[in-house]
C-alpha cells in the first residue's frame, strides 16, 4: 500500500507542476507533467502532442495580468503502471479590459487523465480538460492596500523564481 501511496504523490506533484507552469507560462515545467508523445484535448485551445501544443500556446503574447489554478477533489486508480485520474480544478485569470480596466474570468472543470510510468516516472499520457462552467466578473474596486502588496505575474517574472526569502525576518 506505501508504493501505491507514493505513486498518487508522484501522480499529484505532475499535476501540480503543470498547473504551476500554466500560471507561470512556463513551458519546462508544463512538459515535466507529460510524456514527450502525450495526447491533449484542451477543447478549442488545442488537440494534439502536449509538449507542442502548449509550446505553441506560450509562445504567443498573452495577455494574463495573473493566473491562478486551484487542485480539489481528485481520484485515482491504478492498473499496474497506469493509473487514470479524474481531478477538480478551478482557475482564474485576471485580464485587461479594452476600456483599461480588469477583469476576472473564472473556470470550473476538470482534467480527465491516464497517467502512464515510464522508467520510473508518471507522467500524463493523455488529458481531456473537461469543462463544467465559467463565468466572467469585472473588477470594479480593490480591498484597500491591496495594491501595497508584492504583486503575482503570469511568467517567470514572478516572485516565486527568485528564491531568495530571507532565513531570518528583518525588523521594521
Same mark, same amino acid.
Given at each position: ?7 498518487? @504523490? ?32 484542451? *477543447? ?18 498573452? &495577455?494574463?495580468?495573473?493566473?491562478? +489554478? +486551484?487542485? @480539489? ?5 491504478? #492498473? ?6 479524474? =481531478? ?7 485580464? &485587461? %479590459? ?21 522508467? *520510473?516516472?508518471?507522467?500524463?499520457? +493523455?488529458?481531456? /480538460?473537461? +469543462? #463544467?462552467?465559467?463565468?466572467?466578473? &469585472?473588477?470594479?474596486? %480593490? ?7 508584492? $504583486?503575482?505575474? /503570469?511568467?517567470? =517574472?514572478?516572485?516565486?523564481? $527568485?528564491?531568495?526569502?530571507?532565513? =531570518?525576518?528583518?525588523? &521594521?
Amino acid at each position: 500500500m506505501a508504493d501505491r501511496e507514493q505513486d498518487k @504523490t508522484a501522480i499529484r506533484e505532475a499535476i501540480l507542476r503543470y498547473c504551476r507552469g500554466c500560471d507561470r507560462s512556463d513551458i519546462a515545467l508544463i512538459q515535466s507533467a507529460y510524456h514527450p508523445d502525450a495526447i491533449a484535448h484542451h *477543447g478549442a485551445a488545442f488537440q494534439g502532442n502536449a509538449w507542442e501544443a502548449f509550446a505553441k500556446l506560450l509562445s504567443e503574447p498573452s &495577455p494574463r495580468l495573473s493566473a491562478q +489554478h +486551484h487542485i @480539489t477533489n481528485q481520484l485515482i486508480d491504478f #492498473d499496474g503502471d497506469t493509473a487514470w485520474s479524474e =481531478t477538480y480544478y478551478l482557475a482564474y485569470y485576471l485580464l &485587461p %479590459t479594452d476600456d483599461g480596466g480588469t477583469k476576472l474570468w473564472n473556470v470550473g472543470g476538470r482534467y480527465i487523465d491516464r497517467f502512464e510510468r515510464r522508467g *520510473g516516472a508518471w507522467r500524463i499520457a +493523455h488529458r481531456i /480538460a473537461c +469543462h #463544467d462552467w465559467d463565468r466572467v466578473d &469585472p473588477i470594479v474596486e %480593490t480591498a484597500p492596500g491591496s495594491q501595497e502588496w508584492i $504583486q503575482g505575474k /503570469a511568467d517567470r =517574472t514572478d516572485p516565486s523564481y $527568485q528564491r531568495a526569502i530571507r532565513a =531570518t525576518p528583518t525588523q &521594521p
